[in-house]
């Protein structure tokens, strides 16, 4: 992805990009990302899961995270 290493120059706006491919990759709403919490966040083995109730339908989700997501942790 293109956007993954554009760095902005402006740490908001590198903020703003990482929140958009974070959003554009588990297929969250915004309503839904605001809400997500370090708790939210679990891992088993190797592999980290973000595991959550949706707000609109209240449906528990379960999204494998990206390798490169993973090392941002």
């Known amino acids: 992805m293109i956007i993954a290493n554009k760095d902005f120059g402006i740490d908001r706006l590198?903020?703003?990009?990482?929140?958009?491919?974070?959003?554009?990759?588990?297929?969250l709403s915004y309503c839904d990302l605001?809400?997500?919490?370090?708790?939210?966040?679990q891992t088993d083995g190797d592999v980290m899961y973000?595991?959550?109730?949706?707000?609109?339908?209240?449906?528990?989700?379960?999204v494998k995270t990206l390798a490169a997501l993973e090392r941002e942790r």
């Open 50 to 62: 973000l595991k959550k109730k949706r707000g609109k339908t209240q449906m528990r989700i379960t």
């Open 34 to 41: 605001a809400a997500v919490r370090r708790e939210d966040i």
């Open 14 to 27: 590198n903020q703003v990009r990482d929140l958009f491919i974070f959003a554009a990759n588990t297929a």
